[in-house]
């Protein structure tokens, strides 16, 4: 039991905690024992149970771990109850013998509600007998879906919480630079205060997906390996004799650089599976386990690069003597004229008195955006409003939009909404985005005509072509959007005025969360931090490979359903590499608790999710102050100086 007390203090160091409380630790243990779990199987359980309940406000204590036993007994217990009715359907399947049927066309009822006007049977007579009646709102009205399903009640177990009932709506969870004035904006702007270029070469998304040939992958991840050999070279001034091949049986000390790996796909990866993937060139491509010598620390994930000194004396292994750094990207820079002039569009005559009516007003926010029981996409219409009344100059809309993992989506069971050039018999997803997604922002566009809505796609959105990251961006004349929308792939970074904007609709933090693996004491003891910092340090929106297995992600409730995933193609993955340069903001929406953090000089936000599967969730509102220039650097315009923007961003994340 103390091996256990010692993973689970691990484990749920997430929690800010150094070691769990006895009663905490004694529930824990129980349920392990209960259930005969392993306290990995145990933590996993309990990732699904906070994003079920709600991230933010899930905190580890006596009553949640209390709350958490219970709700995994219930659930086993669901478990075991339809498994005993299926085998007892069974078994009256084949020793029953048929009745005759009233309706000799359907004798099994194969066609209720799937051929319109077609008498009900006896049968389903009795089983609409116990069925909860829907609301008069979702009875067919002529504009239902052919299943005639209903708009606002989910059929699974559960209880949702009203949009209108919310509580603390408006409440700051968290803030970062609170020593800055929020945006003061007293009038909307008539015309866009910001400029936005794209930094990556756009057109290359639209490539075609599923078209991934062997050659090109392996030469993609090689050439990724190559180009990290090459910086580390440079940053530490070695020559070409001090790198080798780690497989190869030596006494001698040698540098090598390869992509780590698990010798146990099938299972998380720990520090005795550790292994090192070398190029084709350095290595043919072999990999070697590694061991690791004492006082030598690190956190290390699957496709992570890394460049190591040690000694392969074996033959068996690799024993690394020293983790070596390999050098980041340099910050983004602007120059002293493009400031002034990102300055002059904020109506800036003089930097030194600048108000908060001057700033920059950024409201970001990532999908889902309604509920699971409803598509009234509520959150998504309160978002608007309150960007309309803050004047916003940015809204970033993060996918996905229609979500296909939502239940009503997926089914198809849902009423369509009211529109008078909707037609019920053609109507597709496109239209169903039109009316509930577009309308909200073509009305905030009306309202600020200076707005710019940048809209990032996700891998679940039922209204992408596209399957697989990296991701094209969505068709804006289809979906009816206004012309202030910009429409970006996924992953994307562009330029607004002097700053550059790092965005990813894929939840590549909680995939780290699940596939990192520790050696020694680790330096960060922050996990956000520590995986922010991941990130930045491959130079990657998605730097895992291979991705975390579908079945080990929380489950969306479709039942029988498993969730998306990374439809990764490895043929473009460069599109998810950094261009040239850190950037300044680096957007991360992810189901682990929102946050906003400045981790290697970069602003990492992760502003949650606005709509959580049966709660509000949170959306981020960024304050970005003028860059002011000492008299050096105007005196200067050609020169590059760092924008800064770490120490004159404002960043609150509120729930919605």
């Not at 609301?135 to 059929?155: F, L």
């Not at 904007?501 to 933090?509: E, K, M, V, W």
């Not at 004491?521 to 995986?531: F, I, S």
């Not at 300044?584 to 949650?608: H, M, Q, R």
């Amino acid at each position: 039991m103390a091996d256990h007390e010692e993973e689970l203090n691990d484990l749920f160091q997430m929690l800010g905690e150094a070691k769990l409380p006895p009663d905490v630790l004694g529930e824990l243990q129980s349920i392990i024992r209960l259930h005969s779990m392993s306290p990995q199987e145990l933590f996993y359980k309990w990732e699904s149970y906070c994003i079920k309940m709600g991230a933010a406000e899930t905190k580890l204590n006596l009553d949640t771990a209390r709350a958490f036993k219970k709700d995994i007994q219930e659930v086993l217990d669901r478990e075991a109850r339809g498994k005993g009715h299926m085998r007892g359907s069974e078994k009256r399947t084949v020793h029953a013998t048929p009745r005759a049927a009233v309706n000799t066309e359907d004798v099994f009822g194969l066609f209720d509600n799937v051929t319109p006007k077609t008498p009900a049977s006896k049968l389903s007579k009795r089983k609409a007998a116990f069925e909860t009646p829907a609301p008069k709102s979702a009875k067919s009205t002529g504009r239902s879906s052919p299943t005639n399903g209903i708009a606002s009640e989910k059929k699974s177990g559960g209880t949702n919480i009203p949009f209108n009932e919310r509580q603390n709506a408006g409440q700051i969870i968290e803030t970062l630079n609170g020593h800055l004035n929020p945006c003061e904006i007293v009038a909307p702007a008539a015309e866009p205060r910001i400029v936005l270029r794209a930094n990556t070469d756009l057109p290359k998304y639209n490539y075609r997906p599923l078209a991934m040939h062997l050659s090109e992958a392996s030469e993609v991840l090689d050439d990724r390996i190559e180009e990290f050999t090459m910086s580390a070279q440079k940053h530490h001034s070695l020559d070409d004799s001090a790198f080798g091949n780690a497989a190869n049986k030596s006494t001698n000390e040698i540098i090598t650089v390869g992509r780590i790996a698990s010798d146990t796909p099938d299972a998380k990866m720990n520090a005795n599976s550790i292994v090192l993937e070398m190029s084709r060139r350095a290595g043919a491509g072999v990999r070697v386990p590694l061991k690791f010598m004492a006082g030598v620390s690190g956190a290390f994930f699957p496709g992570q690069i890394v460049a190591l000194r040690g000694t392969n004396a074996s033959g068996d292994s690799f024993t690394v003597a020293e983790i070596l750094e390999i050098p980041m990207l340099p910050p983004a820079v602007s120059t002293p004229s493009i400031i002034e002039a990102a300055n002059e569009r904020l109506g800036i005559e003089d930097v030194e008195n600048a108000s908060a009516a001057h700033a920059l007003n950024v409201m970001i926010s990532a999908g889902p955006y309604t509920a699971d029981d409803n598509l009234g996409f509520e959150p998504l219409q309160a978002l608007c409003s309150k960007a309309r009344d803050s004047y916003a100059d940015i809204l970033i809309l993060v996918g996905p939009f229609l979500d296909a993992e939502h239940p009503l989506v997926a089914s198809g069971d849902f009423e369509l909404p009211e529109d008078p050039q909707l037609e019920p018999d053609r109507a597709t997803m496109n239209d169903i985005f039109r009316i509930l997604i577009s309308k909200p922002l073509q009305r905030l566009a009306q309202s600020i005509p200076g707005i710019m809505i940048l809209m990032i796609p996700s891998a679940r959105d039922a209204v992408s072509k596209h399957l697989s990251w990296p991701q094209a961006a969505l068709p804006k004349k289809e979906l009816g959007l206004p012309k202030q929308a910009r429409m970006i792939p996924n992953p994307v970074a562009v330029t607004c005025n002097d700053m550059v904007i790092g965005i990813t609709a894929q939840d590549i933090l909680y995939d780290l969360r699940l596939s990192e693996a520790s050696v020694g004491v680790q330096k960060e003891t922050n996990m956000l931090t520590r995986l922010s910092r991941h990130i930045i340090q491959q130079s990657h929106f998605f730097p895992l490979f291979p991705p975390v297995n579908r079945a080990s992600l929380p489950k969306p409730s479709i039942e029988d359903a498993i969730a998306t995933g990374t439809p990764l193609d490895i043929s473009y993955l460069k599109l998810g590499e950094w261009p040239n340069t850190r950037p300044d903001i680096l957007i991360l929406p992810s189901a682990l608790p929102p946050f906003a953090k400045v981790v290697e000089g970069v602003l990492t936000i992760n502003p949650g999710t606005l709509s959580k599967r049966k709660a509000p969730g949170t959306y981020a509102q960024m304050t970005v102050h003028p860059r002011k220039l000492t008299a050096e650097e105007q005196n200067t315009p050609d020169n590059a100086i760092g924008n800064q923007l770490y120490d004159r961003a404002r960043v609150d994340v509120v729930r919605i």
